[in-house]
């Protein structure tokens, strides 16, 4: 069974509101595209998908926008080319290399985990929360921002029950940002 990973941006108080943090850096850019190598598909919420494709879709041109410095065209290739599965109830179609995800969401990323491969890749905010709750995230990791942004949605508000966490890993990068990842310490029933 392919693993699910929760992988986010977070501040210091537990904000992972897109803008909250500090903008990518070239490490933590490499670092992402590196982990979207690492996953066979991406799940995504609405908002999610949207969001990220209004930034990281090629154009039709094949030109990447002269907003986007040259490190960051290996992650925007690495997610315009990832396969994605799209939950939402209000999306009609998606395209952009991605299908929907409807009906009974636990049953649907159970399907999903048992097709083969090396894993999933989930990221954002509300999704993330519901996945949490059914208990099918298998590694939770996050890059923490040296910063303090003081409001905005925080880190899996709302979660139901505590989940117990080991850490796996940690890396820390030259700005003073900390990644770490963490499995589960027992299935949740």
């Not at 500090?22 to 595209?33: C, G, K, L, V």
């Not at 990220?52 to 090629?58: H, L, P």
């Not at 099918?136 to 029950?161: K, M, N, S």
Request: hydrophobic share 45%; charged share 30%.
């Amino acid at each position: 069974m392919r693993p699910l990973r929760y992988s986010i941006n977070t501040t210091l108080d537990g904000c992972v509101h897109h803008e909250a943090g500090i903008a990518p850096d070239e490490e933590s850019m490499r670092y992402w595209t590196a982990e979207m190598a690492r996953a066979d598909a991406l799940l995504l919420g609405r908002v999610t998908y949207e969001m990220m494709e209004s930034a990281w879709r090629r154009p039709a041109t094949g030109a990447w926008p002269d907003w986007m410095d040259e490190w960051e065209i290996p992650f925007a290739e690495a997610i315009d080319g990832a396969r994605k599965h799209v939950v939402s109830s209000t999306l009609d179609r998606v395209d952009w290399n991605a299908e929907l995800v409807r009906g009974d969401l636990a049953q649907a990323v159970q399907r999903l985990k048992e097709e083969p491969g090396e894993g999933l890749w989930v990221g954002g905010v509300t999704l993330p929360l519901a996945l949490a709750d059914l208990g099918l995230i298998d590694e939770y990791e996050f890059l923490v921002q040296p910063v303090l942004a003081g409001h905005g949605p925080t880190l899996l508000a709302g979660l139901r029950e505590r989940i117990r966490l080991e850490l796996v890993d940690r890396r820390e990068f030259r700005s003073g940002a900390v990644v770490m990842r963490y499995r589960p310490v027992e299935a949740r029933s």
